[in-house]
């Protein structure tokens, strides 16, 4: 059984929260940092995973 746990990505110039997705923190122990389209910027910007309540 895979063990997945659900992250919240924040843009990085607005700080807004805009996607959830989920990773395996077993194959990727590192922080998730993609490129995603925020809507508040109206521009694609680098979001990062921040800390899940």
């Known amino acids: 059984m895979a063990l997945k746990r659900q992250v919240r990505l ?3 110039e ?3 929260i805009n996607y959830l997705t989920k990773r ?24 990062k995973e921040t800390k899940s309540k």
């Open 10 to 12: 924040e843009c990085t």
């Open 14 to 16: 607005c700080k807004h």
């Open 24 to 47: 395996n923190p077993k194959s990727t122990p590192e922080k998730l940092e993609l490129k995603k389209y925020c809507k508040y910027c109206k521009k694609t910007t680098v979001h």
